[in-house]
């Protein structure tokens, strides 16, 4: 099993944000990545059928060989990490409570906001993962439901999403906000337009270094961690347009794409 990749999931190519991270923290490990793009984005969709979608490709990742998953995703993380951990032979990790704790260590005056998709939001994940750590914290949630697709089109810092930004930003900038949590592995891309409309004094945390720490972790711990010097395989797959997701995913990930393979899953 230490040879086995790590298996990583998202509704698109926002997870890269989280294979990116691994990457750079443990080069030893092999990677499979698959990105649901047929049938992003998850946040709007029902808890119910996150969980569905979720349960399905850790089908797929445990028939590849995977030897931990890594939930790269904030609304699959919020709705179905319980239920996969349940289904899981291999450990699995979620990307909501490293955010919270990075949140925590970082706010100075106790007000953290989180923005993310509608489902994450809703769920309230984050609002019980950072009062379970800092009970006197102040929390501003906002839904953000169109950076997903704005990201998906590649429009970092094009006028409309500077435009939606600043709408949703609104309400955080009126606060006492220092630091932000981006509730979605799509957001990191957008971190310099928001940084730019919120200003220098709040703190963006990305958590897609904690997740990684975390999952050095549970490999150390389990005994599944690469031989050091092994050499590393990364696949790449999604579920429509491969090669948007190649053109798109370059840019997540900092480094050229291998071939994207195309995998069919449950269309409903």
């Not at 010097?229 to 798109?248: E, K, N, Y």
């Amino acid at each position: 099993m230490r040879a086995g990749p790590i298996g990583i999931f998202d509704s698109g190519i926002g997870g890269l944000t989280v294979v990116r991270a691994i990457h750079a923290l443990l080069p030893d490990e092999s990677t499979v990545y698959l990105g649901d793009t047929a049938r992003v984005p998850y946040g709007p969709k029902s808890p119910a059928t996150v969980e569905r979608y979720s349960l399905e490709i850790l089908e797929w990742l445990v028939a590849q060989g995977v030897k931990a998953v890594v939930v790269a995703c904030n609304t699959a993380t919020a709705h179905a990490l319980a239920s996969l951990r349940a289904a899981s032979p291999v450990p699995v990790i979620g990307v909501v409570e490293p955010g919270a704790r990075a949140a925590v260590a970082a706010t100075r005056g106790g007000v953290v906001a989180v923005i993310g998709t509608s489902g994450t939001i809703a769920s309230g994940a984050y609002r019980r993962a950072l009062l379970a750590r800092r009970a006197d914290l102040r929390i501003v949630e906002q839904a953000c439901p169109l950076f997903v697709p704005l990201v998906e089109e590649g429009w970092f810092d094009h006028p409309a999403a500077r435009l939606v930004a600043e709408e949703y930003l609104a309400p955080i900038r009126s606060d006492d906000v220092d630091a932000m949590v981006l509730g979605c592995t799509h957001y990191p891309l957008l971190k310099p337009l928001l940084a730019e409309v919120l200003g220098p004094g709040v703190s963006l945390i990305d958590s897609a270094e904690e997740t990684a720490h975390d999952l050095a972790e549970v490999l150390a711990n389990t005994g599944l961690a690469a031989a050091p010097g092994a050499t590393p395989v990364h696949r790449w797959a999604a579920t429509d347009d491969v090669a948007r997701f190649g053109r798109l995913g370059a840019v997540f990930t900092g480094r050229s794409l291998d071939e994207v393979e195309l995998v069919a899953l449950a269309t409903s």
